[in-house]
């Protein structure tokens, strides 16, 4: 933006697209191409990682104990989660040189943000009428707990996928450490203990399984719950009408109305 422009400013204080007149409809750059991919990759990796990760843990109850089967279905979590810690990866290096609205200033909650975000919550539980629930939804506090749980989340599964099928980064060191001595570290099969030493068999086993795995598990329930709240925030900010939401991370854009008066750079 350039100081002392004479473009007409919207209400939100954004300045409209250049030629456009007070009153004329714009487009405001809400999200870049880069993030609109990566949201939607992301959506429907969630999706199959809920899928095929429920199977894994629930396999059991439907006679899927195999164990072709349960390393099949682990192999196909484990390539889903590289596509989604692929995604982190590069939205954590897009967020200090991508578009305005992609940078990490403009996403994680400042002190005033976090303020709003108790205050809602404060005010949703003694039923005060300015509370929004719909703003509290879809606040940065939300989205940044989304986005811890995303990062937890993709850190533990690279452990797990390292100690259950020997995948890297971490396949390597963990096959290493369980081979039983004199055996060939890479001659060690996903998920079969045969070739091992028992003792730091059980010792992986008992922290991949227990620890990480504990991690890992309950990052998925608290992302169930948070990622359904944080969709109905979106719904109930569209529903009202107060702002465009859902058509944004399709188009990049939010269509806003200059009315501003012309030449005085003023705001309405």
């Known amino acids: 933006?350039?100081?002392?422009?004479?473009?007409?400013?919207?209400?939100?204080?954004?300045i409209p697209?250049?030629?456009?007149?007070?009153g004329e409809a714009g487009a405001l750059l809400v999200w870049d191409?880069?993030?609109?991919?990566?949201h939607w990759l992301n959506v429907v990796a969630v999706i199959l990682l809920i899928f095929s990760g429920g199977m894994i843990m629930y396999g059991h109850l439907i006679e899927m104990d195999l164990q072709p089967t349960k390393v099949a279905l682990k192999t196909l979590h484990a390539a889903i989660g590289y596509?989604?810690?692929?995604?982190?990866?590069?939205?954590?290096?897009?967020?200090?040189?991508?578009?305005p609205g992609a940078r990490w200033s403009a996403l994680l909650p400042g002190r005033s943000v976090r303020r709003l975000f108790v205050n809602d919550l404060i005010g949703l539980i003694a039923r005060r009428p300015n509370a929004s629930l719909a703003r509290l939804l879809m606040s940065r506090v939300i989205t940044t707990a989304i986005?811890?749980?995303?990062?937890?989340?993709?850190?533990t599964g690279l452990f797990r996928t390292g100690s259950d099928l020997y995948h890297p980064p971490f396949g390597a060191a963990f096959q290493s450490f369980v081979a039983a001595p004199g055996v060939d570290p890479a001659s060690l099969k996903p998920s079969d203990p045969a070739g091992t030493d028992p003792k730091r068999w059980g010792m992986m086993m008992k922290f991949t399984g227990e620890v990480i795995g504990r991690i890992h598990r309950w990052g998925a329930y608290l992302l169930l719950v948070l990622g359904p709240l944080h969709i109905a925030g979106v719904i109930m900010t569209e529903a009202r009408g107060r702002s465009a939401v859902i058509a944004p991370m399709f188009t990049g854009r939010r269509k806003t109305e200059s009315r501003g008066r012309s030449g005085d750079g003023s705001g309405s």
Not at 17 to 22: I, L
Not at 33 to 38: E, K, S
Not at 83 to 99: D, E, K, M, P, Q
């Open 83 to 99: 596509l989604v810690v692929a995604n982190l990866v590069f939205r954590v290096f897009w967020g200090f040189i991508g578009s």
């Open 33 to 38: 191409a880069p993030v609109r991919i990566i």
């Open 1 to 14: 933006m350039i100081a002392g422009s004479s473009q007409a400013r919207s209400r939100s204080g954004k």
């Open 147 to 155: 986005l811890v749980i995303f990062l937890s989340m993709a850190a």
């Open 17 to 22: 697209p250049a030629g456009s007149k007070p």
